[in-house]
């Protein structure tokens, strides 16, 4: 129980402040540093690592359904960006600009692109001629760079790393149904790689990206009831294509606009693992993701064999799984230590009574529980323990999600919820812009996050206004 209270030392309760227990654990944890740019990261080693198995996992579910990676200039011409101009206005507050090339200003101004709808109309505009041409399913993995005023490691930075997907279709029909199938990538890969419940659907008219017919999103619930919106999908339309001039010539002969879509995740995902899964020891990783599955720790060293039957274990098992051996001189409780904070799923305990025994002590990250394993079937043990892992912390993040779901019909009990239970409110709206602004300002920043696929009746009228209702919403706070 040492190294526990050590660790507790080191990182504030979540009871006590969550936002510095997250900050805790994002410094402790080694994810990132601060730099000396306002709101801009430097990821550490730990943290990138954690980010490339994402991008991994994800980049091979696109990869399945036909999409290519690209990649698209940095900077976008002043004018080029003005071409659309919903889009423009919609992040105009969080562009920064280039204006000088070496020791010469810019006959035009370059902005460092916040998002690349308008790179990738400019390129679709050369590249599609026929129907044939089409559908283009492209994406690129890339940074970003929108001026924050309020910045947060992984959750909001003024530079961020992502996926942004854009893809061209024949017909309107095809790219909605595209727009919700990379919904349904993003939701399974929530669930089964990050072990994260979520609820998924369309946003409002006011919530929606700018520029776009329809939003939808994925939102799941932080452990402390706050709301992260985890990606979105974007249904476009023809809008951009008569913006910038994309046209095709169709099966019937005739010259025609196609339909696109936009999509993308970000580094944000790492806070939402953080925050789902993480206690008051540091990170819990699900272990698809986890740079390190299995740490390995000798005990009592220095003894004859046993840090040669530890390298035996670690090049053995390196064949199955993501492998650590911690051969240093520090001590085992210090190392058990670093290990739960760094969120490492399992970690094998071995010393000289258990290779007397032929066995080993594996110590899961989730709960501590401890498993006396044969060295005979260790693999089978081992794969089993990590897929028993997977699925408990996906089902306590989803038993959060559960008992912070609230319904409310009367705006008193609206307000009473939103002012004593953190979480998701479900409630019935009339549709109308008023009734939501009313509700973000009576409440303190609840927002609008969904209206569900599978919407309950809840009530006949709105919670706000009374007007008959159009919609069920999820409501609450975000990040």
């Not at 760094?342 to 071995?350: N, W």
């Amino acid at each position: 129980m040492a190294e526990q209270k050590k660790m507790v030392n080191d990182i504030t309760s979540m009871d006590v402040d969550f936002s510095q227990w997250y900050t805790d654990v994002v410094r402790k944890a080694e994810l990132m540093d601060y730099s000396s740019v306002r709101g801009m990261m430097e990821i550490e080693p730990y943290g990138y690592a954690i980010w490339e198995n994402m991008q991994k996992d994800m980049d091979s579910r696109f990869k399945e359904i036909g999409i290519e990676n690209v990649y698209m200039p940095l900077l976008i011409p002043e004018s080029l960006l003005q071409k659309e101009k919903d889009h423009v206005e919609g992040f105009a507050p969080e562009v920064a600009w280039v204006t000088y090339g070496g020791h010469e200003e810019l006959t035009e101004r370059l902005c460092i692109r916040p998002t690349s709808e308008v790179l990738f109309c400019e390129y679709y505009s050369k590249k599609i001629r026929s129907y044939r041409d089409l559908p283009k399913l492209l994406n690129q993995w890339c940074s970003v760079v929108r001026w924050e005023k309020t910045t947060r490691p992984f959750l909001r930075s003024s530079e961020f790393l992502w996926q942004e997907g854009h893809t061209v279709h024949e017909t309107a029909e095809e790219a909605e149904a595209f727009t919700l199938k990379v919904l349904e990538i993003y939701r399974d890969f929530y669930t089964e790689t990050l072990a994260i419940p979520s609820v998924t659907g369309r946003k409002t008219e006011k919530e929606k990206f700018a520029g776009a017919v329809a939003t939808y999103a994925i939102e799941p619930l932080m452990h402390n009831g706050v709301a992260l919106q985890g990606g979105t999908t974007h249904y476009f339309g023809d809008g951009f294509a008569k913006s910038f001039d994309i046209t095709f010539t169709g099966r019937d002969n005739k010259v025609t606009y196609p339909h696109q879509t936009s999509w993308g995740v970000t580094t944000r995902m790492i806070g939402a693992v953080i925050m789902v899964h993480g206690d008051d020891n540091g990170l819990v990783l699900p272990p698809k993701i986890a740079p390190v599955q299995v740490a390995i720790i000798p005990v009592a060293q220095h003894k004859e064999g046993v840090l040669e039957k530890a390298a035996e274990l670690k090049s053995r098992l390196s064949k199955e799984f993501r492998v650590k051996l911690d051969d240093s001189d520090n001590s085992p409780g210090w190392k058990y230590a670093q290990y739960e904070m760094q969120g490492v799923p399992l970690r094998i305990e071995i010393g000289p009574k258990d290779i007397e025994n032929s066995q080993c002590v594996i110590v899961r990250r989730d709960n501590r529980e401890k498993i006396f394993a044969s060295l005979d079937n260790l693999e089978e043990i081992i794969a089993k323990t990590l897929e028993d892992f997977q699925a408990a912390i996906y089902n306590k993040a989803l038993e959060n999600l559960h008992s912070k779901t609230f319904a409310a019909t009367s705006y008193d009990e609206f307000l009473h919820t939103a002012e004593n239970k953190p979480g998701f409110i479900k409630a019935m709206w009339c549709g109308s812009d008023e009734c939501e602004e009313k509700i973000k300002n009576d409440t303190g920043g609840v927002k609008s996050r969904c209206i569900p696929f599978e919407e309950e009746h809840i009530a006949d009228t709105c919670v706000c206004c009374g007007k008959p209702a159009k919609h069920m919403l999820y409501w609450g706070k975000q990040y």
